[in-house]
């Protein structure tokens, strides 16, 4: 099993994608689980956008997407598993993001930001 750690720093109104590797043939799915602040982000794990399933072989893998969206200033930690969830095994791959969000001043529009 694979686990990475990363470190993210948002503002509120942000939004941070993480691409995740698929296996959904072989009947593994992307779950998350938040620790710490749940009300500092909200998370959802789609599968990539039509636009990029398109002209692939029927019965292929599609990468699956984890979306971060910061709502409030907060630190969250979110773990995200892939498994099968009829099985009670440890997950398959397993990512770690520490994630901080931090408040965006009035009037700041999220490309407006700058890096420090």
Known sequence: MSEQSTAIRLRTGERYVV????????????????????????VSVTTAPASEIAGR????????????????????TVHLEQ?????QK???DHRVL???????????HPSDTTPG
């Open 19 to 42: 691409r995740l590797p698929g296996r959904g043939t072989a009947g593994y799915t992307w779950t998350s689980r938040v620790e710490g602040d749940s009300n500092a982000l909200a």
């Open 57 to 76: 072989p029927i019965g292929a893998s599609v990468d699956e997407l984890a979306v971060l969206d910061a709502l409030h200033p907060g630190r969250a």
């Open 83 to 87: 498994r099968r969830v009829w099985e």
């Open 90 to 92: 440890p997950p398959l």
């Open 98 to 108: 520490d994630i901080t969000v931090e408040h965006r001043p009035v009037g700041q």
